[in-house]
């Protein structure tokens, strides 16, 4: 029996900085996961995380990351994809500081 599908959006991380992008629908990545296009069906899902593969100049490691659509759009359902919303983790750097 195969699993039911849930939510996804595609993330990677940036080639040069190193920081958690998500794809958008315009096909631009963002560092705003709730800008990343919402996937609620698989064979896109499949077909988004296909296009990533592809952008080997601008990311890393593309994935399909589980996602629940909340107020602002997509937001993390488990806790790694919400410790990388957060930036990096050493302090005062990157997103962090926008925050403080």
Known sequence: ???R???????ANHLLEGDAVWLTSDNAWTRTMSEAQFLDDEDLANERLAYALTQEADVVSPYLADAQLGENGPEPTHFRETFRTRGPSNYAHGKQVEVA
């Open 1 to 3: 029996m195969s699993r």
């Open 5 to 11: 599908f849930t939510p996804k959006v595609v993330t």
